[in-house]
């Protein structure tokens, strides 16, 4: 049955339900073969394909979840979908985050073709997709808007592409320095922490949601 729901949620979407499978699949290898073709696999290449999986990959994660929110939390009558369907989605929510997981490892396997220690940056761009995760259930449901969940994420994307630091942390993740234990001790980890505490927030706050329109 949650199979099901999952199915019809991403069918709604039609179109916008192919746009994270073509920009995993069709945007970042149009981005990053060129370059590899011109510099060849060279460590400037490898930092440009570090920045494209940095800013734009974690970003999609919640593509779905967003768009399939607006009518649960913004919709007119959105009462009726609480009355006769599960009164929180983070069963389907987790599928369908899981399912762009599986997604990103095929990318990162054709990546690993060229630079086989890129595997490393899977754990990089898993957590801080996490993070992203769980920050946007906990706002949807906190805030009670959609909208505002996409501003804080792509404000929050903005200035860590613009807003240079000596070191990385959890919340200004980008890095272009190799993926090393210090950095998944002082990063990573408090990334995971984060997001399951605010995925937390989020299946509370979805559990208690009731803004009738």
């Known amino acids: ?17 192919s746009v994270p499978p073509i920009v995993l699949f069709v945007v970042l290898p149009a981005l990053f073969i060129p370059v590899l073709e011109i510099f060849g696999p060279s460590e400037d290449t490898y930092r440009i394909l570090l920045q494209c999986i ?13 768009l399939i929110s607006r009518e649960y939390i913004e919709n007119d009558g959105n009462e009726l979908l609480f009355t006769f369907k599960p009164k ?5 929510y987790l599928i369908i985050f899981i399912f762009y997981l599986i997604l990103a490892f095929f990318a990162f396997l054709i990546f690993s073709f060229y ?20 920050g946007a259930y906990a ?13 804080v994420i792509m404000v929050l994307i903005i200035i860590n592409m613009t807003v240079p630091v000596q070191q990385p942390n959890p919340i200004h993740y ?18 995971f922490i984060i997001a399951v505490i605010l995925f937390i927030i989020g299946v509370i706050s979805n559990s208690r949601f009731k803004k009738y329109r």
């Open 1 to 17: 049955m949650i199979w099901r729901r999952v199915f019809l949620q991403l069918k709604g979407l039609r179109v916008f339900a």
């Open 174 to 191: 980008i890095c272009l320095l190799p993926f090393d234990r210090s950095i998944f001790l002082t990063v990573c980890l408090p990334q």
């Open 115 to 134: 630079y086989p220690a890129i595997w490393w940056e899977y754990v990089r761009f898993f957590c801080v997709a996490s993070m992203f995760f769980g």
């Open 139 to 151: 706002l949807m449901y906190v805030t009670g808007s959609v909208a505002l969940t996409f501003l």
């Open 88 to 92: 929180t989605l983070w069963r389907e």
């Open 54 to 66: 940095q800013t734009i990959m974690p970003f999609f994660s919640i593509w779905w979840i967003i």
